[in-house]
């Protein structure tokens, strides 16, 4: 980009062009074709792919990762081929990356850095703009004298720039090591009043929508909402949280929120930056763990999405198991296969909107099966009754009686009603008792006083 006379020039640089390498160890997962993500990978960062280079090992090599015969065969497909980029489909150490940048002759990139340059690419929000920051320049510290090595050789050592030596070295490395430091303490603050937020809307019930990067969360939030929420076929397309309202039928309203997607070997410093981010799906009454049914390899995407929750830490939750796209799956035992081995599963498309009403009724039902509806009674001056329920469950109304007393009818977790019974108060379902009837609801005397939010509007949410 150029400006001449106070004009932005946009200048149509060509994509650069790239020969992509994988290494299969015996814990890789098998792709067919090879390199299959990796190069989504590399069309999503805006790069032209020329070549393919496999090599099946034991073990990495310790100095360049992939063989020596193999490095010989990457070399002359880049010169041949005159590529500007060698990216592998694993990460690389700072020596190995630098070893083999001398020895094929061109910019070597590993699938962290090209992972981090698609979410700087996407980043829209101040939050997501600094969690990409921090991930970006955690990854680069110990990487920095390889940094230098390069661009000492694309200057050619000219006047006045021959070599930065080791003081300039240093002091990158603190302004880096400051920087991160920075950014840590602010993605924190951002976390905590993420959390607050969150905490604030736990009057609604929520649901999040996880699951690895382009299985459809974004189309389903739509087609659920009836919302306008972006949506690209891409990887990473969604990197911002978004939260919308959800009309259940025979429940009421929830609040849905679509998060960024995952993938295979997510970079553990990545997941880290985006925790604010992730806080929606942590905090979450029930997820919807959606899965691409239509990828060949959905098996072990729905597996690595598993092992990010876990990582996470928010495996155990409740969920459901969502195979989305079945509207592009022209072989029909495919997706019985998929149910063979998920049998919890609920086979949607979000496109055509199959199964969706399917999806509908399955979360009205877990969530009733996980709250219920009660009328606690206690007396006017007892706030910490009052306090929790209001908390921890969702308020209906609020009758006041003769002789100080009070019923506030909620829903919240079954779980709970012990420990507001230890609180002074007295509690009694209200939509049925254990034979299963309707019970009478307690006689009101004074009309609700809790105003509930304006319909479309989200609690928590800027709607300025």
Request: aromatic content about 4%.
């Amino acid at each position: 980009m150029k400006r001449r006379n106070g004009t932005t020039i946009r200048l149509n640089r060509e994509p650069e062009k790239a020969v992509l390498v994988g290494v299969i160890l015996p814990t890789t997962t098998i792709e067919d074709p090879p390199l299959a993500e990796l190069a989504g990978l590399a069309d999503a960062a805006g790069v032209n792919v020329v070549g393919q280079v496999t090599q099946r090992r034991l073990a990495p090599d310790a100095a360049t990762f992939i063989g020596r015969g193999k490095l010989e065969d990457v070399k002359k497909l880049v010169r041949s081929l005159r590529a500007d980029l060698v990216i592998f489909d694993n990460d690389l150490s700072p020596a190995q990356g630098r070893n083999i940048e001398r020895e094929v002759g061109a910019r070597v990139l590993d699938r962290t850095q090209l992972i981090l340059d698609i979410f700087a690419r996407r980043a829209q929000t101040y939050e997501a703009q600094l969690a990409v920051e921090l991930a970006q320049l955690e990854y680069t510290l110990p990487r920095l004298k390889r940094m230098w090595t390069h661009l000492e050789r694309q200057t050619k050592g000219g006047v006045g720039l021959r070599g930065p030596g080791e003081k300039q070295l240093e002091m990158d490395r603190r302004l880096i090591a400051h920087r991160i430091h920075e950014l840590r303490s602010e993605l924190e603050v951002i976390h905590r009043r993420r959390q607050r937020e969150v905490i604030a809307r736990k009057q609604f019930k929520t649901v999040s929508l996880v699951g690895y990067t382009n299985a459809g969360k974004s189309t389903l939030m739509n087609s659920l909402t009836h919302a306008d929420v972006y949506v690209e076929d891409a990887l990473f397309a969604t990197l911002d949280t978004r939260t919308r309202r959800w009309q259940l039928p025979g429940w009421g309203p929830v609040l849905l929120s679509d998060t960024v997607g995952f993938i295979r070997d997510l970079p553990h410093h990545l997941i880290a930056s985006f925790k604010a981010t992730l806080e929606e799906a942590r905090q979450a009454d029930l997820l919807l763990h959606v899965a691409d049914g239509s990828n060949p390899a959905v098996l072990q995407q729905i597996s690595a999405a598993y092992r990010v929750l876990e990582e996470i830490g928010i495996e155990g939750k409740d969920t459901i198991l969502v195979i989305n796209k079945i509207d592009r799956i022209a072989d029909r035992r495919r997706v019985d296969a998929l149910l063979d081995r998920y049998p919890q599963a609920l086979p949607i498309s979000a496109q055509t909107g199959e199964g969706l009403a399917q999806l509908t009724q399955m979360v009205s039902e877990l969530l009733a099966r996980k709250f219920i509806e009660v009328d606690v009674e206690t007396t006017v001056d007892n706030a910490r009754v009052a306090v929790f329920v209001k908390t921890h469950g969702e308020v209906f109304s609020q009758r006041y009686h003769h002789e100080n007393r009070l019923t506030i009818r909620c829903r919240l977790p079954e779980e709970y009603l012990p420990r507001i019974e230890r609180l002074g108060a007295s509690v009694r379902r209200t939509r049925h008792n254990g034979s299963g009837q309707e019970q009478n609801p307690a006689p009101e005397i004074e009309q609700s006083r809790i105003e509930l939010e304006p319909t479309g509007v989200i609690p928590g949410e800027d709607h300025t």
